[in-house]
């Protein structure tokens, strides 16, 4: 870990967690970015998580995903995207409709298209009955979590679905934007998460079309 990016409140484990996440990183962006902006992502993104108060021996592991995430989407800005159509999906706290949208359109495309989530005020933990009711579906997102949206996660994204985060949803020129009315799963048991649930993956679906990817 650099000078630059210590954390001196972090124990030994954590730290070596880090550095361990860190070299992972580089081995696999070797060629597309450099140990500087490799450490900066992973760091930063610790520091997100970390205000909000995520379980401490966790971070390290959510900063290196999230991290990698983030060095994808960049990557794609500076022209090394791979072809596929990027979507991603907002809601306020990406622990409910935006992580459902997210698992249906990774399950529905398959390797045929990239789906991301994010939230403008990201929460500490998946929906419960978020999670149950996709489970009834066959699909686990039970391994996803809460993360923030960046900006060059925005910009590499090819259509941008935000669900109920009104102003606090990023704008930015050339995206492609829809605005899903859904009611928020928040507190809600899993028999009244599952009309939102259906609605959501009719939605998905007909997304997978204007995209001319089909569906799994």
């Known amino acids: 870990m650099s000078q630059t990016y210590r954390h001196p409140d972090l124990s030994i484990d954590q730290q070596h967690a880090l550095l361990t996440a860190a070299r992972r990183l580089a081995e696999e962006f070797t060629g597309t970015f450099g140990t500087e902006t490799i450490e900066r992502f992973l760091h930063t993104s610790y520091d997100q998580f970390a205000l909000h108060g995520k379980i401490p021996d966790f971070l390290p592991l959510l900063a290196e995903r999230f991290a990698r995430q983030r060095l994808h989407a960049l990557a794609r800005v500076e ?43 990201f929460a500490s933990e998946i929906n419960p009955a978020a999670v ?12 996803e979590f809460p993360k923030p949206w960046t900006e060059e996660i925005v910009r590499a994204a090819d259509v941008v679905v935000t669900m109920g985060c009104g102003d606090a949803c990023p704008v930015y020129p ?22 939102i649930r259906d609605e959501i993956e009719r939605r998905v679906r007909h997304l997978l079309d204007d995209l001319e990817i089909p569906a799994a």
């Open 174 to 195: 050339g995206r492609r934007y829809l605005n899903w009315e859904l009611d928020d799963p928040a507190g809600k048991s899993v028999e009244d998460v599952r009309p």
């Open 132 to 143: 149950a009711s996709m489970a009834e579906r066959g699909i686990d997102i039970s391994r």
């Open 79 to 121: 022209g090394h995207g791979d072809g596929r159509p990027v979507v991603l999906f907002l809601c306020v706290h990406n622990a409910g409709r935006s992580q459902m949208a997210m698992g249906f359109f990774q399950h529905l495309a398959a390797d045929r298209g990239v789906a991301w989530s994010g939230g403008s005020e």
